[in-house]
């Protein structure tokens, strides 16, 4: 279970220089619009430190990151919906992700330029909230005239889609979000199925110039986005793409020494996963030793059987107990035989709702 996430953003705010920052997969860039016109797919290691510590105490043959997969997709502008620019049929590039990093410029330069001829966030995210939300209505409306047809003929299940787009089909067209939306247990899995953009929570990432780095809070177009975000209840992180891409580039030792110069304690890379992770509320469990030591991504709330069935469906088909031990104790005793004589190795049963940092060996038998 990996991350996914599909950065948007206007053409020339910093989405490629983002993208190859924290990616290093060389993706495009450029001082004009559409630079990117076929999607940038690439998939990122997630920092963990627990990894090297657990591979410390229970030494395994290798070491395997789990990931966060990013797609990066042509800017988009005013009227995209109606074909300006490129249009906006590559959004159909990003429907399926888990989740929409938005991209906004929160600095000056003059060397850089800007499409709108200033620089807005608060006018470039409601460019962009529009052309999504239009985007979507395009797909509702072709829906919406398919359902209702089949709705007539009293199919109960017609009849439940078709209530569901009448409560979407409006609020589009006020320029709103699906998220904003309401919905019951049942109307929130139809609505998945959708694959709509406005349906996915939303990450900003405030594009700030590199000497605002040690105090992002302290440029007004970060505020700015900041209290725009708030009233939708989305997060927000600040990023220097341009400087990330050099920091994407160094070795372990002057990475820390770059950062301690700038007055920051870690990469945006880590703020980016750590943000998206709340986001989305996931969480990570180890499995460790013998061949590998690995981490997972998991949705917190899982019980012991889903997340055994993240590594393969066999082990959550024929799951019997979770041997569990969190990585804070193993961390603590400094070794397993610790651990046990401690009597803090538990036998987690299928009730039993992972934590962040379980080190799981699963029972199964299929």
Do not use: C
Not at 68 to 95: M, P
Not at 131 to 147: C, G, H, P, W
Not at 170 to 187: C, M, T
């Amino acid at each position: 279970m990996s991350l996914t996430a599909g950065i948007v953003g206007l053409p020339n705010v910093g989405k490629s220089t983002l993208f190859n920052a924290i990616t290093k997969a060389g993706a495009e860039m450029a001082n004009y619009p559409f630079a990117t016109i076929d999607p940038n797919v690439g998939m990122v290691e997630v920092p963990d430190k627990r990894l090297a510590r657990i591979q410390e105490i229970v030494p395994a043959k290798k070491i395997i990151p789990t990931t966060f997969e990013f797609t990066d997709i042509a800017g988009i502008v005013k009227g995209a919906s109606k074909g300006e620019g490129l249009g906006n049929k590559f959004l159909e590039n990003i429907r399926q992700v888990d989740a929409i990093v938005h991209v906004v410029r929160a600095f000056d330069d003059d060397n850089i330029t800007s499409v709108t001829g200033t620089v807005d966030p608060l006018d470039d995210i409601d460019t962009i909230n529009l052309e999504l939300s239009l985007a979507d209505l395009e797909s509702v409306t072709k829906r919406y005239a398919r359902v209702e047809k089949v709705a007539r003929t009293k199919d109960k299940e017609a009849l439940a889609e078709f209530d569901v787009l009448k409560k979407i089909k409006p609020v589009l067209e006020e320029g709103g979000s699906v998220r904003s939306i309401d919905f019951n247990e049942d109307e929130a899995k139809m609505v998945k199925g959708f694959f709509l953009l406005t349906s996915k929570p939303v990450l900003y990432v405030a594009n700030i110039a590199e000497e605002d780095m040690a105090d992002p809070d302290s440029v007004d177009y970060v505020q700015q986005i900041r209290e725009f975000a708030a009233k939708e209840g989305a997060e927000v992180i600040a990023i220097s793409a341009r400087t990330e891409e050099e920091i994407a580039s160094l070795d372990d030792a002057d990475k820390a020494e770059f950062l301690e110069a700038e007055g920051v304690t870690e990469p945006g890379l880590d703020k980016l996963i750590r943000a998206a992770y709340h986001l989305l509320g996931l969480a990570t469990f180890f499995t460790a030793g013998g061949k590998e030591t690995r981490a997972w991504t998991f949705k917190q709330g899982m019980k012991a059987p889903q997340t055994a069935g993240v590594i393969h469906s066999d082990f959550e088909r024929g799951f019997i107990r979770a041997e569990t031990v969190a990585f804070a104790d193993l961390d603590q005793y400094g070794s397993m035989q610790a651990v046990k004589e401690a009597g803090r190795l538990r036998s987690e049963g299928k009730e039993y709702d992972v934590q962040d940092g379980d080190i799981i060996e699963f029972r199964f038998n299929v």
